[in-house]
């Protein structure tokens, strides 16, 4: 299977708002609500940051947030925050816990 | 509090063997489903394996760049995960990450990583 596909970098001022799309096909992203966003500073492990598409484990921020239509998936960082600068990755797992990760995508908070 | 440490990693040469182990805590081990990823230097993360608890049939599903030549393995007494790899490529050269699937479809909780250089 082919990774999930995400924009390689976006970018935004501090205080403003940004989107990450997350797209995959029929068989992944559309098949399950098990998308799941992780955060990763450098030299650092994944964090998890929304779970089951819209769900935040317990201490992330309220700025993230997360949906879906179909087959495309999206994370919304809302009021940047300098310290939010980092690479982006978004999964998809089956119900048997076989899974696909995006591409990554590399935030720069200008 | 969940710590997942990865141990046994370093430098082979191609078609060697390594076996990497991952030490859980905090957690009811025997229950979970745990799963390997890698990241190879300045790539992304890329799904490698899962094994599920003897309790959802023990059972393990691999991506295929690792089928047949990587395997996982649990010992429920030691809450210690196992990926032993085979056949060893240049292309295995990354940082290998222990994961906690805290929700069957979310891996929730990492560890550090172990990095395996493959180099001849």
């Known amino acids: 299977q082919s990774a999930l596909t995400q924009p390689a970098s976006v970018s935004g001022s501090p205080g403003q708002s940004i989107t990450i799309s997350c797209v995959g096909t029929?068989?992944?992203?559309?098949?399950?609500?098990?998308v799941s966003w992780f955060q990763q500073h450098p030299g650092k492990a994944p964090k998890l940051m929304i779970y089951?598409?819209?769900n935040r484990p317990s201490g992330v921020s309220e700025r993230f947030s997360g949906s879906q239509s179909g087959n495309t998936a999206s994370l919304t960082i809302s009021g940047l925050q300098t310290e939010d600068e980092a690479d982006y990755y978004c999964?998809?797992?089956?119900?048997?816990?076989?899974?696909?990760f995006g591409g990554g995508t590399k935030l720069t908070v200008l | 509090e969940v710590q997942l440490v990865e141990s046994g990693g370093g430098l082979m040469k191609p078609g060697g063997s390594l076996r990497l182990s991952c030490a859980v805590s905090?957690?009811?081990?025997?229950?979970?489903?745990m799963s390997w990823v890698r990241q190879a230097p300045g790539k992304g993360l890329e799904w490698i394996g899962r094994?599920?608890?003897?309790?959802?049939?023990?059972?393990?599903d691999y991506a295929a760049p690792v089928k047949g030549r990587f395997s996982i393995s649990r010992d429920d007494s030691e809450s210690t995960l196992y990926l032993q790899m085979n056949g060893l490529k240049m292309e295995d050269t990354a940082l290998y990450f222990c994961?906690?699937?805290?929700?069957?479809?979310?891996?929730?909780?990492w560890g550090q990583g172990a990095l395996v250089t493959v180099s001849s």
């Open positions: 994961v906690w699937m805290n929700r069957v479809t979310t891996p929730g909780y």
């Open positions: 905090g957690i009811t081990f025997s229950a979970a489903w």
């Open positions: 094994i599920k608890s003897k309790g959802g049939g023990g059972t393990t």
């Open positions: 029929s068989s992944d992203v559309g098949a399950y609500n098990s």
């Open positions: 089951e598409v819209t």
């Open positions: 999964s998809s797992c089956t119900s048997s816990g076989i899974c696909l």
